[in-house]
Nanobody, 122 residues
Framework: VQLQASGGGLVQPGGSLRLSCAVTQSRYNYYSIAWFRQAPGKEREGISFLSPLGSSTHYADSVKGRFTISRDSAKNLAYLQMNSLKPEDTAAYYC????????????????WGRGTQVTVSS
C-alpha cells in the first residue's frame, strides 16, 4: 500500500488549499482515511477523519468548520479542503489509511504517506 500526499504550498492567511492523497489499495472505499499534521517542535495532530464508505467524519476542534475531508473512491483519492487558513495551520500534512472506526489516533492507522508542506504566511 502506498499513499502520496500533494497540494501543499504557500498561502496567505484567509486563503484556501486543497490537499490530495493518492492511494494504491484495492477496495480503498472500505478503509478509514485521515489527515494528520505536524508542525516543527510539536507532536503530530490528527485533524480530519473519514470512516469506511464515507458515512462519518470527525474533525479536531482546531479545524472544525474550516476543513473538509472527502474521498473519490473511483479514483482512489482522498482530499482535504482547507479554507480560512491561519498561520497556526502551518505544518507538514500527512494522509493515513486504516481498518478501524472510530479511529482518531495515529496508532489506529497502518499506512502513511509522505507529508506535504503547508505554509500560511503573509
Amino acid at each position: 500500500v502506498q499513499l502520496q500526499a500533494s497540494g501543499g504550498g504557500l498561502v496567505q492567511p484567509g486563503g484556501s488549499l486543497r490537499l490530495s492523497c493518492a492511494v494504491t489499495q484495492s477496495r480503498y472505499n472500505y478503509y478509514s482515511i485521515a489527515w494528520f499534521r505536524q508542525a516543527p517542535g510539536k507532536e503530530r495532530e490528527g485533524i480530519s477523519f473519514l470512516s469506511p464508505l464515507g458515512s462519518s467524519t470527525h474533525y479536531a476542534d482546531s479545524v472544525k468548520g474550516r476543513f473538509t475531508i472527502s474521498r473519490d473512491s473511483a479514483k482512489n483519492l482522498a482530499y482535504l479542503q482547507m479554507n480560512s487558513l491561519k498561520p497556526e495551520d502551518t505544518a507538514a500534512y500527512y494522509c493515513a489509511l486504516g481498518t478501524k472506526w472510530p479511529a482518531y489516533d495515529s496508532v489506529d492507522y497502518d499506512h502513511w504517506g509522505r507529508g506535504t508542506q503547508v505554509t500560511v504566511s503573509s
